[in-house]
């Protein structure tokens, strides 16, 4: 039996979750592989926390903000999205409460995407059609 993918979670942070504008992306620094892609910040979860646990930890270690979450943005494959063989994310929508983000670790970039331009930075190919679904998603909120 091949192994389960291991489990990613993450921020899709917007401006303002009941009215969103603009989508905040994170351009990757390594590894080289990935590195000048932009993402949804994010990362592993760890044994013992929760995937909502692991958002909030991810993007205090990354962006050093905390975040009220929103809806997550449920993927096809079981509710989450698979990424690759290795990986699969789950996503929620996120606002900043506390703080102002900065690539702190992982990212050398961070732009605000204004509504109806957020496929202007080259998104990770898993991300791709994630983008899409937030998209129609913002469009109905
Ligand atoms: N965080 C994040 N990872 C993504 C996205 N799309 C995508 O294909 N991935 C892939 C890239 C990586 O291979 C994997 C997540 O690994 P990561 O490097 O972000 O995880 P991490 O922060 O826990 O990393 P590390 O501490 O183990 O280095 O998922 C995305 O939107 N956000």
Do not use: C, N
Not at 14 to 19: I, M, S, W, Y
Not at 40 to 56: A, D, L, M, R, S
Not at 64 to 88: F, H, I
């Amino acid at each position: 039996m091949p192994d389960s993918p291991t489990l990613v979670v993450a921020a899709a942070i917007v401006d303002d979750l009941d009215a969103p504008t603009a989508l905040l992306a994170a351009r990757r620094s390594g590894p080289v592989s990935l590195a000048g892609r932009w993402e949804f910040p994010g990362g592993k979860v760890e044994p013992g926390e929760t995937p909502v646990q692991g958002v909030h930890r991810e993007l205090r270690e990354e962006l050093g903000v905390g975040l009220r979450l929103g809806a997550e943005l449920a993927g096809p494959d079981d509710g989450a999205w698979r990424l690759s063989e290795k990986y699969t994310m789950r996503l929620w929508l996120a606002e900043i409460v506390d703080g102002e983000p900065q690539p702190l670790v992982e990212h050398d970039e961070l732009r605000w995407l204004p509504l109806g331009d957020w496929h202007q930075v080259p998104w990770l190919d898993a991300d791709v059609r994630i983008v899409d679904a937030l998209a129609a998603h913002a469009a109905r909120v």
